[in-house]
């Protein structure tokens, strides 16, 4: 599915609608360049399971667990692979439990940076900067 945002608000709204689709247990890998939208996807997402925290990008810390109230969905963890080169250092902390958690939504901006540990079940969404304010967002 492909759809083009005219601001951030729409981005957000984007993603607010798409949890209607999750079940738990995904795990959502998200690929673009620098601004194009990853976080404010992912706040979008946080909205429609009804984290109540601020989002903030986990650039520093890895990963981020928020709690989530949506049907049995009842976390999403935020992960930030920007600095990484590998799935590695993911996989020595225990990223696989979350992975594998039927409760729980997985968020991975810069996916492309870890695509070694990505599970057999992972939802790609690719992000591209256009002309103007407009960002195209691809769910594969
Ligand atoms: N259509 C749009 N959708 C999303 N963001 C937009 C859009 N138009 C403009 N913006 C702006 O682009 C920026 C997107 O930033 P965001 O942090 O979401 O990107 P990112 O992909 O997470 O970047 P990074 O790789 O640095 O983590 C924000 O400043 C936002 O206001
Ligand atoms: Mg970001």
Redesign the pocket.
């Known amino acids: 599915m492909k759809y083009i ?8 709204n984007v993603a607010e609608k798409f949890v209607q689709r999750l079940k738990g247990g995904e795990v959502l890998c ?1 690929i ?12 979008g997402l946080a909205k429609g399971l009804g984290v109540k925290n601020i989002i903030t ?1 986990p ?1 520093f810390v890895l990963l981020k667990s928020y709690t989530a109230k949506l049907k049995n969905i009842n976390k999403l963890v935020h992960i ?1 692979a ?1 600095r990484l080169d590998s799935g590695a250092e993911l996989d020595y902390i225990g990223v696989e439990e979350y992975f594998s958690d039927k409760n729980c939504i997985t968020v991975i ?2 996916a492309d940076r870890v695509k070694d540990i990505w599970p057999v079940n992972a939802i790609e969404i690719k ?1 591209k900067v256009l002309k ?4 195209e967002i691809h769910i594969k």
């Open positions: 945002t005219k601001s951030e608000r729409e981005t957000l998200l673009g360049d620098l601004g194009s939208g990853k976080t404010a996807f992912t706040k990008s650039t930030d920007y901006e810069w992000f103007g304010n407009k960002r």
